[in-house]
């Protein structure tokens, strides 16, 4: 069983910053690509940030120049560091990973942290 833990969405004030990240676990054999998906509030989820395994790095124009994907060490994690948020920044934030587990290649979801970016 492959499994995704989100952590540190919550409230904060426009220009300010947070970092989310996200951390697999279970029977992973190697990890294709990792990233960052949003939904706000009447809108369809869209990515925000994706990085393969070689390092490559892709953004919603959106979020370009203020926002950043990185991977831990151990490149089961990723990171999403958020500056300069915007109110149009709130949102839940999905991570995902593509995953070639043991038992085969899958796509996973974490559970979702909210973002919210108000005064």
């Known amino acids: 069983q492959v499994q995704l833990v989100e952590s540190g969405g919550g409230l904060v004030q426009p220009e300010g910053s947070l970092r989310l990240s996200c951390a697999a676990s279970?029977?992973?054999?190697?990890?294709?690509?990792m990233g960052w998906y949003r939904r706000a509030p009447g809108k369809e989820r869209e990515l925000v940030a994706r990085?393969?395994?070689?390092?490559?790095?892709n953004y919603a124009d959106s979020v370009k120049g203020r926002f950043t994907i990185s991977r831990g060490n151990d490149k089961n994690t990723i990171y999403l560091q958020m500056n300069s948020l915007k109110p149009e920044d709130t949102a839940d934030y999905y991570c995902?990973?593509?995953?070639?587990?043991?038992?085969?290649?899958?796509?996973?979801w974490g559970q979702g942290t909210l973002v919210t970016v108000s005064s």
């Open positions: 990085i393969s395994s070689g390092g490559f790095t």
């Open positions: 995902w990973a593509s995953i070639r587990a043991m038992t085969g290649y899958v796509e996973r």
């Open positions: 279970g029977s992973i054999f190697s990890i294709n690509a």
